[in-house]
């Protein structure tokens, strides 16, 4: 894209019907109804004295490398574009991530963008807040709809035109989406061959299977998850961000640091959702571990000082922007990185109207970068 392009995204549909709907939420209903029959199995077979400390191995090790799929891959690197690194590395971040279970790399990005751009308002995907009431009842159902609900009471889906443009230029991005059911087969191939090669046995590969393949679904699938419900109604708010995103401490260690919620809508791109030493955060380890080999680079990173500014204020005062029609502009402004403020001055600059850079703005973590 030149800097003098500036895509007129209200053009382009906010979603998209989504094809063959009932064969869709066949398919989601068996995601989330299988695992939970699966640990129950899991279960009676433990009690019965059949769980070997093999099985709880492959379990650690499928539920790691799908989970950093999804939060490293998917979500820092592929949503938010915290950082940088090299293209066998992205196609091995959107493989894991697909044999999480949670969609294909496009779909899952395109919806998480739009979630951004509407958080807890009209718009967002999975809101435990927007049109849900406000006595217990509501919060039950608002609840319920953050977590599952939402997979399957819609008839459509987040435009990727709209919200992963830069996905769809990706030809290897465009692969690993479309042959989805190809990576999660390998999603459960995986633990059965696991299985066999610590045990030698057939039923080392069964267990492998049941414990490295649908309990691992289960439980990553309910870690993340529990980000769209119960890090948007439960936990502290540090920051003002303008929705009902907060830090759920306890959360965070099975969730790869992402229940630093309330940070991460205050931060968008940063790289780190657990903004300090003491909030456990392994995916940003995990992104520190590749920066330091070369692996990956242009990490993005709040500094101590931003954070500080944006603890201490009730609302930031941005000259220039603050008085535009209510709009949360000062929010968005204060939650970006210095790469991205010096983007909005210099698109300022080249194009001279303020109502611009606020449209980018506005959408600059729903779609594109900033030229």
């Known amino acids: 894209m030149t800097s003098g392009s500036l895509p007129n995204s209200r053009a382009v549909a906010e979603s998209i019907p989504i094809e063959h709907e009932t064969i869709d939420r066949v398919v989601r209903t068996l995601v989330v109804a299988a695992p939970p029959a699966a640990l129950a199995w899991a279960a009676w077979l433990a009690w019965g004295g059949t769980l070997q400390p093999h099985d709880l191995l492959v379990l650690a090790i499928t539920y790691t490398l799908t989970g950093v799929g999804i939060t490293v891959g998917?979500?820092?690197?592929?949503?938010?574009?915290?950082?940088?690194?090299?293209?066998?590395?992205?196609?091995?971040?959107?493989?894991?991530?697909?044999?999480?279970?949670?969609?294909?790399?496009?779909?899952?990005?395109s919806t998480h963008r739009k979630h951004h751009c509407f958080?807890?308002?009209?718009?967002?995907?999975?809101?435990?807040?927007?049109?849900?009431?406000?006595?217990?009842?509501?919060?039950?159902?608002?609840?319920?709809?953050?977590?599952?609900?939402?997979?399957?009471?819609?008839?459509?889906?987040?435009?990727?035109?709209?919200?992963?443009?830069?996905l769809l230029?990706?030809?290897?991005?465009?692969?690993?989406?479309?042959?989805?059911?190809?990576?999660?087969?390998?999603?459960?191939?995986?633990?059965?061959?696991?299985?066999?090669?610590?045990?030698?046995?057939?039923?080392?590969?069964?267990?492998?299977?049941?414990?490295?393949?649908?309990?691992?679904?289960?439980?990553?699938?309910?870690?993340?998850?529990?980000?769209?419900?119960?890090?948007?109604?439960?936990g502290r708010r540090p920051?003002?961000?303008?929705?009902?995103?907060?830090?759920?401490?306890?959360?965070?260690?099975?969730?790869?640091?992402?229940?630093?919620?309330?940070?991460?809508?205050?931060?968008?791109?940063?790289?780190?959702?657990?903004?300090?030493?003491?909030?456990?955060?392994?995916?940003?380890?995990?992104?520190?571990?590749?920066?330091?080999?070369?692996l990956a680079w242009d990490v993005v990173r709040i500094a101590p000082e931003r954070q500080r500014t944006r603890r201490a204020a009730a609302r930031p005062p941005i000259p220039g922007y603050d008085d535009l029609d209510g709009d949360d502009v000062g929010w968005r402004l204060a939650g970006?990185?210095?790469?991205?403020?010096?983007?909005?001055?210099?698109?300022?600059r080249s194009h001279g109207e303020r109502a611009d850079v606020l449209e980018r703005l506005r959408h600059m973590h729903c779609s594109e970068p900033l030229p």
């Open 119 to 166: 958080s807890d308002k009209p718009g967002d995907p999975h809101s435990p807040h927007a049109d849900h009431g406000v006595d217990w009842r509501g919060a039950l159902r608002g609840l319920g709809h953050a977590h599952v609900g939402w997979m399957f009471r819609g008839k459509d889906m987040a435009n990727p035109d709209r919200y992963a443009r830069d």
């Open 336 to 348: 970006l990185s210095q790469l991205e403020l010096a983007a909005v001055e210099r698109y300022e």
């Open 169 to 234: 230029a990706d030809r290897d991005l465009r692969f690993i989406s479309r042959t989805f059911p190809l990576w999660v087969a390998l999603g459960l191939a995986l633990p059965f061959g696991l299985g066999v090669a610590l045990t030698g046995t057939l039923m080392g590969g069964v267990t492998g299977f049941l414990w490295g393949g649908a309990v691992r679904v289960l439980l990553l699938h309910h870690a993340t998850f529990s980000i769209n419900s119960l890090c948007h109604y439960f």
């Open 239 to 294: 920051f003002e961000t303008g929705d009902e995103s907060r830090n759920l401490a306890w959360l965070a260690p099975i969730a790869f640091g992402e229940a630093w919620h309330n940070n991460h809508h205050a931060f968008p791109t940063s790289a780190r959702h657990g903004l300090s030493r003491w909030q456990v955060d392994p995916g940003a380890w995990i992104i520190t571990a590749l920066e330091r080999s070369h």
């Open 74 to 109: 998917y979500h820092r690197l592929f949503t938010h574009r915290s950082f940088k690194t090299s293209r066998p590395l992205r196609v091995l971040f959107a493989v894991l991530g697909s044999m999480a279970v949670e969609g294909p790399v496009i779909e899952w990005v």
